[in-house]
């Protein structure tokens, strides 16, 4: 390979890897960095139970049971920021929170 040749190579895989990290910095900016969206979280009610969540969330990514039959469900995507539903021990919501 001629060095104008390695050149131009180099200047190509730079090229790609700057044009995928700002696509990445961007869907990162701009995504829903919750594992559910608020708009969805907001429809979780108090009195709902686990399968009604499921329903309107999906599967939780964690979930933390407690010796008195609570639980509490974190939904995470590929960000830091969680959705968090909190379930008294009868199975049914108590409360919602996220991180943000």
Same mark, same amino acid.
């Given at each position: 390979m001629s /060095? !104008? /040749?390695g050149r131009t190579f180099h200047s190509i895989v730079w090229t790609v890897a700057a044009l995928l990290a700002v696509l990445f910095a961007l869907a990162y900016w #701009?995504?829903?960095g919750h594992g559910s969206s608020l708009s969805q979280l907001a429809r979780v009610r108090t009195g709902m139970s !686990?399968?009604? @969540?499921v329903a309107l969330l999906g599967r939780p990514g964690t979930v933390n049971c407690?010796?008195?039959g609570s639980e509490s469900w974190y939904f995470? !995507?590929? /960000? #830091?920021?969680q959705a968090? @539903?909190?379930?008294a021990a009868d199975g049914t919501v108590e409360e919602t929170d996220h991180d943000h």
């Open positions: /060095t !104008r /040749t #701009f995504g829903e !686990r399968e009604q @969540v407690s010796e008195d995470t !995507r590929w /960000t #830091f920021c968090k @539903v909190y379930f």
